[in-house]
Nanobody, 120 residues
């Protein structure tokens, strides 16, 4: 069993900052990639930022100059530092973890989501 838990969401004024945390635990052989997605009301889930299997960080264009993603490999954790937040950043943020086993099969896990609300 693998658990993915996010924390750190909340309400913040436009221009403020928030830091989200994601922790993966359980039967983990290796983490292939780890990152954040978000879903606003009435919209599809979209990529915010993630580390690829090669260790590169990819960002949505809308957050590229404002958000930072950090991964702590030793603790199976990832952090999303969100700066200069805008009302359009309001969404439920989900952590996604892709694991691989000894046979290199991939397994996709999602956290329960954490609400981020940015007031204008």
């Amino acid at each position: 069993q693998v658990q993915v838990v996010e924390s750190g969401g909340g309400l913040v004024q436009a221009g403020g900052s928030l830091r989200l945390s994601c922790a993966a635990s359980g039967s983990i052989f290796s983490i292939n990639s780890m990152g954040w997605y978000r879903q606003a009301p009435g919209k599809q889930r979209e990529l915010v930022a993630r580390f690829t299997s090669g260790g590169r960080a990819n960002f949505a264009d809308s957050v590229k100059d404002r958000f930072i993603i950090v991964r702590d490999n030793g603790k199976n954790r990832a952090y999303l530092q969100m700066n200069r937040l805008k009302p359009e950043d309001t969404a439920v943020y989900y952590c996604n973890v892709v694991l691989i086993d000894a046979e290199l099969r991939e397994y996709d896990y999602w956290g329960q989501g954490t609400q981020v609300t940015v007031s204008s």
